[in-house]
């Protein structure tokens, strides 16, 4: 589920109109070990990396043009969406007695050299 929704979201805002502009999306081992997976993949433009071990600052020598990541900030890149996950569950008097509370997990960021990333209607991350 969690997978559907970044990818749709990234999908939907990215108007790819030429099929040889490869748009590579980098999926972090953190992302990938909670539900973000390669199986809906398509086919071009559309390219994907789990490349393991790559440091932060190396992200924008790299040619990705989105980071599906755990770092809320990345040199060279916009967040441009954050998805939720379970942070802790509290107690409480009333109901429900037990809240489930959540915070940024995952954070979408996009290459700064990308007109899409720079031009799109984006919800932004704070």
Same mark, same amino acid.
């Given at each position: =589920? @969690?997978?559907? #929704?970044?990818?749709?979201?990234? /999908?939907?805002?990215? +108007?790819?109109?030429?099929?040889?502009?490869?748009?590579? %999306? /980098? #999926? *972090?081992?953190?992302?990938? =070990?909670?539900?973000?997976?390669?199986?809906?993949?398509? *086919?071009?433009?559309?390219?994907?990396?789990?490349?393991?071990?790559? !440091? @932060?600052? $190396?992200?924008?020598?790299?040619?990705?043009?989105?980071? @599906? +990541? $755990? &770092?809320?900030?990345?040199?060279?890149?916009?967040?441009?969406?954050? %998805?939720?996950?379970?942070?802790?569950?509290?107690?409480? #008097?009333?109901? !429900?007695?037990?809240?489930?509370?959540?915070? !940024?997990?995952?954070? #979408? &960021?996009?290459?700064?050299?990308?007109? *899409?990333?720079? &031009?799109?209607?984006?919800?932004?991350?704070?």
């Amino acid at each position: =589920m @969690l997978s559907s #929704i970044i990818k749709a979201n990234v /999908h939907i805002q990215s +108007n790819v109109t030429n099929n040889s502009n490869e748009q590579w %999306v /980098h #999926i *972090d081992p953190f992302s990938a =070990m909670n539900g973000i997976s390669r199986f809906c993949e398509n *086919d071009s433009p559309w390219r994907y990396s789990k490349e393991e071990g790559i !440091p @932060l600052e $190396e992200y924008c020598q790299r040619n990705f043009t989105y980071l @599906l +990541n $755990e &770092h809320s900030n990345i040199n060279g890149f916009k967040c441009l969406f954050t %998805v939720n996950g379970f942070s802790r569950a509290r107690v409480q #008097i009333g109901f !429900p007695p037990i809240l489930l509370i959540k915070e !940024p997990k995952v954070f #979408i &960021h996009g290459n700064l050299r990308n007109n *899409d990333v720079i &031009h799109g209607n984006w919800p932004g991350c704070s």
